[in-house]
Antibody, heavy 120, light 107 residues
Framework: DVQLVESGGRVERPGGSLRLSCVASGFTFSEYGMNWVRQGPGRGLEWVAGVFWNGGSPYYADDVKGRFTISRDDAKNSLFLQMDNLRADDTALYYC?????????????WGQGTQVIVSS | AIQLTQSPSSLSASVGDRVTLTCRASQDLTSAVAWYQQRPGKVPKLVIYDASSLEVGVPSRFSGSGSGTDFTLTITSLQPEDFATYYCQQLNEYPYTFGPGTKVDVK
């Protein structure tokens, strides 16, 4: 079974940094694109960042561009999100999500999420 | 970035009802739209991809249609476990974006 397990979320002060991790199992990690999606308290889903299966140019939501960096380590079946210059509105549950493709792309497996709280 | 609007924002329905949710995009998405179901306190779950393809394991009462800028998710004969919030997402171009969601609750 596909499993995605996130970690690294905690309380951090505005302007601080966090590094989220996601360990994947149950599939050949190197063959899939991966994404981070977040959900603020009482809010909808927000796509944050994505990286192709081959580690090619990552993509970011406008809100996080220049502050967040997505990366992957295929040898460790791991996805990361480096979050710098954190703001209060980055407070959210962050999901690690696998991307699949069949004519078009879609997000087919989601982790349970890791909670990030940005507060002074 | 491509904007998605969903209508209605919420609807009240009864078990056995047929419901249709709409997602409209600010530009042509061809068929690169997915729909997700999120029950309260739970992880989002893929329901439909490529606008009309049913994800494995999802009941056949769910169906999707549309192309270009207008898309629909239809649930025939609503079941108790279908009361949830439904999000559409465009994956035609980066940045990927989600719609604001439609909450389906009990009438």
């Amino acid at each position: 079974d596909v499993q995605l397990v996130e970690s690294g979320g905690r309380v951090e002060r505005p302007g601080g940094s966090l590094r989220l991790s996601c360990v994947a199992s149950g599939f050949t990690f190197s063959e899939y694109g991966m994404n981070w999606v977040r959900q603020g308290p009482g809010r909808g889903l927000e796509w944050v960042a994505g990286v192709f299966w081959n580690g090619g140019s990552p993509y970011y939501a406008d809100d996080v561009k220049g502050r967040f960096t997505i990366s992957r380590d295929d040898a460790k079946n791991s996805l990361f999100l480096q979050m710098d210059n954190l703001r209060a509105d980055d407070t959210a549950l962050y999901y690690c999500v696998r991307e699949n493709w069949d004519q078009t792309f879609y997000l087919d497996h989601w982790g349970q999420g890791t909670q990030v709280i940005v507060s002074s | 970035a491509i904007q998605l609007t969903q209508s209605p924002s919420s609807l009240s329905a009864s078990v056995g009802d047929r419901v249709t949710l709409t997602c409209r995009a600010s530009q042509d998405l061809t068929s690169a739209v997915a729909w997700y179901q999120q029950r309260p306190g739970k992880v989002p779950k893929l329901v439909i991809y490529d606008a009309s393809s049913l994800e494995v394991g999802v009941p056949s009462r769910f169906s999707g249609s549309g192309s270009g800028t207008d898309f629909t998710l239809t649930i025939t004969s609503l079941q108790p476990e279908d009361f949830a919030t439904y999000y559409c997402q465009q994956l035609n171009e980066y940045p990927y974006t989600f719609g604001p969601g439609t909450k389906v609750d009990v009438k």
